[in-house]
């Protein structure tokens, strides 16, 4: 959690926009992860959101969903994703690493335990698309017991009365999305989005991040001093998913982080 | 409305559906306090849909078990031919006031499909279905139905291509324009407020079975039955019955029979409690919470999850849920046929076959009543090979 506000606010002062990198864990396969995650962070990924698959993720698009599937495929698990966040922190990884998931999973490892052995594998915060924040109050107390981050979301469609309950729900930073319906690469940003970010800047003291679509750096930087951070989740995945081999990925993803990274000065 | 049934139910959702979950809400509140859209609904029960659907006393069957006397609700009598067909008429009237003109839905045995088709053509509406590829080829006849009162079929591949990823595709499509379109969910599953509102419209069948009960029989049935996969026509039937000294019971799919070991649709008997689909029920999962494969003859009952009203009602004892198989819901299959002169659904098949079972707790003068939620024109090709098959593995075994 700590670390979570410090990488906003670092990038804050620096002028930046924080450049979150979504990876699913386990894909293509549990060996590459970590290295993903570290070549992510090297080219400039300021936060990692790694994604815990599930069977039935109703947020996601085709690529992120995809991904998923192979990941099940491959045997990866919530346990197997906090072995890789401790692997990434023993190959030296000092980013915040927040884990996506949905709901199911998660209880069923036992939110008490989740949160703790999070902590322990030195994971910073969790992000659940199928919990809206009136159902969250189990999850936050969790993680304020374990001092992570809890991030909820807001929504184009979201009343300004519901974004700030959303807001107040969150630990580390609110998820804005940028467009309705899954995650995906979408060529342009609605144009609905400025007047939008300021509507939820009106009611959200924790830093805002713009996820959903944005998968370009002129994406990014149109996002420049509206919002505090940018996440880009199915771009990078379909980059990877389209290399050849291992070193291939690896390159996939520095290009494109360092890219994007470069847009949010 | 609360959303909650005990422990279970919630919105468990993308904050994206949140704000449409809400006006959904509030607009069915206010249509139940509007004595016009609730006149306009009875028109249409009594004048579209054929209600109200009698009850029926069965000849033979049951009468071989101690000398029960069974009743069946006949909701297969409804048009289009099961009580989908209820909740499908209330909604499309809902999404008319709330201004939407798009509808979606899921369907998974085709019969939700085939009621919200053809209320979209009555009412005017924009009608597009989801079903998975594997109950498509199941259902053939009903996706023909489909396509000819004016709905678009979209087939999904994903998952298991059956109901569950048929939900998931309606709810992604609903995420992506949910201020023009309105999801006609088709059970008392999903987030709040679904399960109520679904409850809601099915409810008619438990009012007017009670009262045609007692108006036959001058006294309430023993037990009252009726199948459990999300659970719908359960939910409506049982509705009427809480408060009486009546004993409701569930009948869940059993597949292929080998209890919990895996081939089955019965998350009330071999389930824990999760959350899938935005809500919070009795789910099949494995060890690490992702959903599990399930199996029933009857596509409409292959799911695996359950409504959560059902989960609390597990919990508190309220309904008994019990299961019947492939087998034994093929052998009610047959014998309501040749018995009775009613083809069943294969979901309505485990509810009588479900009934059997009780009935031998019972001796002569007792009465069970069955919910027959469904005709079986739908089944006849897949029960048929079912039958065969299982006659040509007896021929080979003798």
Redesign the interface.
Same mark, same amino acid.
């Given at each position: 959690m700590k670390r979570l506000e410090q990488t906003f606010a670092d990038n804050r002062i620096k002028g930046e926009t924080t450049l979150v990198a979504y990876l699913t864990s386990g894909y293509p396969n549990l060996g590459e992860t970590v290295g993903l995650i570290s070549a992510a962070a090297e080219a400039g990924a300021d936060v990692i959101e790694l994604g815990v698959p &599930? %069977?039935?993720p /109703?947020?996601d698009?085709p690529v992120i969903?995809a991904t998923g599937q192979i990941a /099940?495929d491959t045997g990866t698990?919530?346990?197997a994703t906090l072995d890789i966040v401790a692997e990434a922190r023993a190959a030296g990884v000092e980013v915040p690493i927040v884990l996506m998931g949905?709901? !199911?999973? &998660?209880?069923?490892?036992g939110l008490a335990q989740l949160y703790d052995d999070a902590k322990s594998a030195g994971a910073d915060g969790f992000v659940v $698309?199928? /919990?809206?924040a009136?159902?969250g109050a189990e999850w936050v107390k969790n993680a304020e017991a374990a001092e992570l981050g809890q991030v &909820? &979301?807001?929504? $184009?469609?979201? %009343?300004t009365e519901?974004i700030a309950e959303?807001a107040a729900a969150s630990r580390g930073f609110l998820y804005v999305?940028a467009a !309705?319906?899954?995650t995906g690469v979408r060529a342009e940003l609605d144009p609905g989005v400025p007047a939008y970010l300021d509507r939820v800047r009106s009611v959200c003291e924790v830093p805002m991040a713009v996820g959903f679509g944005i998968s370009r750096p002129e994406h990014v930087a149109a996002l420049h001093g509206r919002a505090d951070g940018v996440i880009v989740g199915s771009a990078l995945l379909q980059r990877i998913g389209e290399a050849k081999d291992a070193a291939g990925r690896l390159r996939a993803t520095t290009g494109l982080i360092a890219s994007l990274k470069a847009a949010t000065r | 409305m609360n959303g909650r049934f005990g422990e279970y139910g919630g919105q468990f959702v993308a904050e994206t559906l949140v704000g449409p979950l809400e006006e959904l809400e509030a607009e069915y509140e206010k249509a139940l306090a509007d004595p016009e859209f609730l006149a306009e609904l009875d028109r249409l029960l009594k004048m579209f849909v054929g209600r109200p659907t009698p009850i029926t006393p069965m000849q033979r069957l049951g009468a071989t078990e101690n000398g029960v006397q069974l009743w069946l609700k006949r909701e297969d009598l409804t048009h289009t031919g099961a009580h989908k067909i209820n909740n499908s008429i209330g909604q499309a009237l809902l999404a008319r006031r709330l201004g939407k003109k798009r509808i979606i839905a899921e369907t998974g045995a085709g019969q939700h499909g085939v009621a919200v088709a053809a209320a979209c053509a009555y009412l005017g509406l924009d009608a597009t279905v989801y079903m998975g590829r594997v109950d498509a080829e199941r259902q053939a006849p009903n996706v023909q139905r489909m396509k000819l009162l004016g709905a678009k079929v979209r087939l999904v591949d994903l998952g298991t291509a059956t109901l569950k990823d048929a939900i998931n595709e309606a709810i992604r499509e609903w995420i992506a324009h949910p201020d023009t379109t309105h999801y006609l969910l088709g059970s008392v599953v999903g987030p709040h407020p679904f399960p109520t509102i679904v409850r809601g419209f099915q409810s008619v069948i438990g009012r007017e079975a009670r009262a045609q009960f007692l108006d036959e029989n001058g006294a309430l049935p023993d037990a009252v039955v009726a199948c459990v996969g999300g659970g719908s026509n359960a939910a409506g039937m049982f509705s009427a019955f809480l408060d009486d000294p009546v004993r409701l019971v569930g009948v869940q799919a059993a597949g292929e029979g080998k209890g919990g070991q895996g081939g089955h649709a019965a998350p009330l008997l071999y389930g824990d409690p999760g959350v899938l689909q935005g809500t919070r029920t009795y789910l099949l999962q494995d060890d690490d919470g992702q959903i599990q494969l399930t199996h029933s003859i009857a596509p409409g009952l292959d799911y695996a999850g359950v409504g959560p009203e059902h989960s609390h009602f597990k919990d508190t004892g309220k309904v008994e849920y019990i299961s019947a198989s492939d087998d034994e819901a093929l052998d009610a299959f047959a014998a309501l046929s040749a018995q009775e002169g009613i083809v069943p659904a294969l979901e309505s098949a485990h509810a009588v076959a479900g009934a059997l079972k009780v009935a031998r707790e019972y001796g002569p003068g007792s009465t069970i009543l069955v919910n027959l939620s469904g005709r079986g024109d739908k089944d006849l090709t897949s029960a048929m090979a079912a039958l065969q098959q299982r006659e040509e593995l007896r021929n080979e075994a003798a």
């Open positions: &599930f %069977s039935d /109703l947020g698009g969903q /099940l698990t919530a346990a949905y709901c !199911n999973p &998660f209880l069923r490892y $698309p199928d /919990l809206p009136r159902e &909820f &979301f807001a929504a $184009p469609g979201s %009343s519901r959303s999305l !309705n319906g899954v | -």
